[in-house]
């Protein structure tokens, strides 16, 4: 039988730390963003209760069912492998208390485990002592990390009630297990209809909104809109324009005509809004230049949110740059190149890249929520932008590979047309001023760190 342990201290008591672990959410919020692991089921951690996972890729995935025993309310909880993988997997979660700070619990992973094909499958067991080290290591930064800005943002554990469009989004599928986890209730704008209680219809399409079941919630989260990766064709720029011009005109409108509306709506938009400024700083305050389509988009985008801060609510629109995952996005597209030592710069080496890990738009968004001194327009963005060539180079050293594959602008262009030329070649030096300002605390401002963080790739 193999034993794995990993211990953290968190600063909190041990009554957070399983108030933590039991809320909706606090599987997805630790599940690094790396493994191939879906919850199809989750039912809590009380004994007898079961979750239903799939593990590995598509049609590969293998089933994990575990069920939960020898729950201690706020203590403990376990839960055992009753099919899987594994020939045992018997996994312990403790929260205990320190002698002499009641707020300095620890928190304490122990897993038995048995590899199956005896003897052949023991030889593997070194491969998976480092991997659940790596998993675990993320695990404890993201708890210390949630429960710190939970506890910042909200000594009081007010409970908000909260909506969200784009919900099943690379952004929303972690923003409201995070809001979850916290206490706070969320209701889901919904465009293909309502398939829970919580479920909102909000459909631009059909220019309908259940504006009644907004009546009373405290915030509104705004992300949702087209995916703008792929070949820009007439029919994909409509769909790009209208899903956030359109979608966040109706959703504006309906919150201003409310009884009783939100105290506050955050509203995604993205650093296209600035064009190409080549070296430049670029804050709040920085007019577009050159902008193109994107930063068309994006101006309508903004202009679309006027109804509900002309209604009184305030309105912030969160400005994103380029967010840093394995789960999507750019880096995701990047990641089997370098994996195969075949990457290299797309672009040119001097070109800024406005990168933010996922976990810092999460909290950014979290902050603006909290933050009345926010409103308007807020870059959401790393304090510290890098060239292309640093990214390139960064990303290649924390993999331990080579990176000499460079892709010249001429092909970027031939090959992406119109969406290559402003996502990709458009150089942006984008800060965050007005986060800064009001005082938000990022958990990654360096490059490298972040990318150790997101990829699981930390030092020991």
């Given at each position: 039988?193999?034993t794995?342990?990993a211990?953290s201290?968190?600063g909190?008591?041990a009554?957070?730390?399983?108030d933590?672990?039991?809320?909706p959410?606090?599987?997805?919020r630790?599940?690094?963003p790396?493994?191939?692991?879906?919850?199809?089921?989750?039912e809590?951690?009380g004994?007898?209760d079961?979750?239903?996972?799939r593990?590995g890729?598509?049609?590969?995935?293998l089933?994990w069912v575990?069920e939960h025993h020898?729950?201690v309310?706020?203590r403990?909880?376990c839960?055992?492998q009753?099919q899987g993988p594994?020939s045992?997997?018997d996994?312990?979660h403790r929260f205990?208390s320190?002698?002499?700070d009641a707020?300095g619990a620890?928190l304490?992973?122990?897993?038995e485990?048995e590899l199956p094909?005896?003897a052949?499958?023991?030889?593997?067991?070194p491969?998976?002592?480092a991997?659940?080290?790596?998993?675990?290591a993320?695990?404890h930064?993201i708890?210390?990390?949630?429960l710190?800005?939970?506890?910042?943002?909200?000594?009081?554990?007010q409970?908000?009630?909260?909506?969200?469009?784009?919900?099943?989004?690379l952004?929303?599928?972690?923003?409201?297990p995070?809001?979850?986890?916290?206490?706070?209730?969320v209701?889901?704008?919904?465009?293909?209809?309502?398939?829970?209680?919580?479920?909102?219809?909000?459909?631009?399409?059909t220019?309908r909104v259940e504006?009644?079941?907004l009546?009373?919630?405290d915030a509104v989260?705004h992300?949702?809109?087209?995916?703008v990766?792929g070949r820009?064709?007439?029919?994909?720029?409509?769909?790009i324009?209208?899903?956030r011009a359109?979608?966040t005109?109706?959703?504006?409108?309906?919150?201003a005509?409310?009884d009783?509306p939100p105290?506050?709506?955050?509203s995604?938009?993205a650093?296209?809004?600035?064009?190409?400024?080549?070296?430049?700083?670029?804050?709040e305050?920085?007019?577009?230049?050159?902008?193109?389509?994107?930063?068309?988009?994006?101006?309508?985008?903004?202009?679309a949110?006027v109804?509900?801060a002309?209604?009184?609510?305030?309105t912030?629109?969160?400005?994103?740059g380029?967010v840093l995952t394995p789960a999507?996005?750019a880096?995701?597209l990047m990641?089997?190149a370098?994996w195969?030592?075949?990457?290299g710069r797309?672009?040119?080496?001097?070109?800024?890249?406005?990168?933010i890990?996922?976990d810092d738009?999460?909290?950014g968004?979290y902050?603006?929520?909290?933050?009345?001194?926010?409103?308007?327009?807020?870059?959401?963005?790393?304090?510290r932008?890098?060239?292309?060539q640093?990214y390139t180079?960064?990303?290649a050293d924390?993999?331990h590979?080579?990176?000499?594959?460079?892709?010249?602008s001429?092909?970027v262009?031939?090959?992406g047309?119109e969406m290559?030329?402003?996502m990709?070649?458009?150089?942006?030096?984008v800060v965050?001023?007005r986060?800064?300002e009001t005082?938000?605390d990022f958990g990654?401002?360096?490059l490298?760190?972040?990318l150790?963080?997101?990829?699981?790739r930390?030092e020991?």
């Amino acid at each position: 039988m193999n034993t794995f342990t990993a211990s953290s201290s968190l600063g909190v008591s041990a009554d957070a730390l399983f108030d933590w672990h039991s809320r909706p959410g606090a599987f997805q919020r630790l599940t690094p963003p790396w493994a191939p692991v879906r919850l199809e089921s989750f039912e809590g951690i009380g004994e007898g209760d079961r979750a239903v996972l799939r593990m590995g890729p598509g049609p590969l995935a293998l089933r994990w069912v575990a069920e939960h025993h020898d729950v201690v309310e706020g203590r403990q909880f376990c839960d055992r492998q009753v099919q899987g993988p594994f020939s045992h997997w018997d996994h312990t979660h403790r929260f205990e208390s320190a002698r002499d700070d009641a707020e300095g619990a620890t928190l304490t992973d122990r897993i038995e485990y048995e590899l199956p094909g005896g003897a052949l499958g023991q030889q593997a067991a070194p491969w998976l002592e480092a991997e659940l080290r790596r998993q675990f290591a993320y695990r404890h930064r993201i708890t210390r990390r949630d429960l710190s800005l939970h506890r910042r943002y909200n000594p009081d554990e007010q409970s908000l009630t909260i909506a969200v469009s784009g919900a099943s989004g690379l952004v929303g599928s972690n923003l409201v297990p995070f809001l979850t986890t916290g206490g706070h209730t969320v209701k889901r704008l919904t465009r293909s209809g309502p398939t829970g209680a919580d479920d909102i219809l909000w459909d631009p399409r059909t220019d309908r909104v259940e504006a009644d079941k907004l009546e009373g919630v405290d915030a509104v989260i705004h992300l949702a809109g087209e995916n703008v990766f792929g070949r820009w064709t007439p029919a994909k720029k409509q769909r790009i324009y209208s899903s956030r011009a359109d979608g966040t005109r109706l959703l504006s409108e309906a919150l201003a005509g409310l009884d009783d509306p939100p105290e506050v709506l955050v509203s995604s938009s993205a650093v296209g809004y600035y064009g190409d400024h080549g070296p430049d700083r670029v804050t709040e305050e920085s007019p577009p230049q050159d902008a193109g389509f994107l930063g068309e988009v994006c101006k309508a985008w903004e202009a679309a949110t006027v109804p509900a801060a002309a209604a009184g609510i305030r309105t912030v629109q969160m400005r994103t740059g380029i967010v840093l995952t394995p789960a999507g996005g750019a880096l995701r597209l990047m990641l089997p190149a370098f994996w195969l030592g075949l990457g290299g710069r797309v672009g040119a080496h001097n070109q800024y890249f406005p990168w933010i890990t996922l976990d810092d738009v999460i909290g950014g968004f979290y902050h603006a929520l909290w933050t009345d001194a926010l409103d308007g327009p807020v870059n959401l963005t790393a304090p510290r932008p890098v060239t292309m060539q640093a990214y390139t180079d960064t990303l290649a050293d924390v993999l331990h590979r080579p990176a000499f594959l460079n892709v010249p602008s001429s092909l970027v262009r031939t090959l992406g047309g119109e969406m290559a030329e402003e996502m990709i070649l458009s150089s942006a030096r984008v800060v965050p001023d007005r986060l800064q300002e009001t005082g938000y605390d990022f958990g990654f401002s360096a490059l490298e760190n972040g990318l150790r963080h997101v990829l699981g790739r930390t030092e020991a």
